[in-house]
């Protein structure tokens, strides 16, 4: 069975640090990965995706990911976050086949101005 | 473009009682999906649609939840009898046929009391 584990509940930063989130995945076969964000107040949107090709995607608004398939990893980074970047991160995954989304559970990020 | 309607964005009932959330897709997306998002806990598939035909609902409590999308375009979600563990956040989110990227409405959240 599929499962997306993100280790980080909550993370809170000051404004300009830098930011690293955790997804590690469990599935036999291949997947496709997401990262999506909820703003305060606001529905689920993309922030990026990999399917195939570079294992470093990059995304909208300075993130990126990066797909490690050995450590069955996709963690979300960006090297600078701005107090707008204060959202819920979830990581999600399809696998072959299938085209609705696995999610984990979340992690939340706050950024002190 | 439009993006995914949902109606409406709070809903309190009592155990036991009925309710109803409705959502529109976007135009043209065949593949509609209902999620539930318990607090804490990431979103959680409960049925998925392409065009009116139902492609996925193992998740769904079928004793209690039903769903229907008719025409192919806006989509019906049922909860009868709700229970207490029933509140939560619904997600509706549609895609095009094969589409990678899912798009989300902003939910609707439901309280049982």
């Known amino acids: 069975a599929q499962s997306v584990s993100q280790h980080n509940h909550h993370v809170i930063l000051s404004e300009a640090a830098s930011l690293e989130l955790g997804c590690n995945y469990s599935?036999?076969?291949?997947?496709?990965l997401f990262w999506y964000v909820q703003y305060p107040g606001q529905h689920l949107q993309l922030l990026l995706k990999?399917?195939?090709?570079?294992?470093l995607v990059k995304g909208i608004k300075g993130f990126e990911a990066e797909f490690i398939k050995s450590k069955f990893s996709f963690n979300l980074r960006k090297p600078s976050v701005q107090w707008s970047d204060t959202a819920e991160y979830f990581c999600?995954?399809?696998?072959?086949?299938?085209?609705?989304?696995?999610f984990g559970t979340g992690t939340r990020l706050t950024v002190i101005p | 473009e439009a993006g995914v309607a949902q109606s409406p964005r709070y809903k309190i009932i009592e155990k036991r009682q009925s309710v109803a959330f409705w959502c529109n897709p976007i135009?043209?997306?065949?593949?509609l999906y209902w999620y539930q998002q318990i607090l804490g806990q990431g979103p959680k598939l409960l049925i998925q649609?392409?065009?009116?035909?139902?492609?996925?609902d193992s998740q769904l409590p079928k004793d209690r939840f039903s769903a229907e999308r008719l025409k192919g375009v806006d989509s019906t979600l049922k909860i009868q009898p709700a229970k207490l563990e029933d509140s939560a956040v619904y997600l509706c989110?549609?895609?095009?046929?094969?589409?990678?990227?899912?798009?989300f409405g902003q939910g609707t959240r439901l309280t049982v009391v």
């Open positions: 135009s043209g997306h065949a593949t």
């Open positions: 649609f392409q065009n009116n035909g139902v492609v996925d």
């Open positions: 990999y399917f195939s090709g570079d294992p």
């Open positions: 999600a995954l399809t696998w072959t086949g299938a085209n609705n989304l696995f």
């Open positions: 989110a549609s895609s095009s046929y094969g589409g990678a990227e899912a798009f």
């Open positions: 599935y036999g076969g291949t997947v496709n």
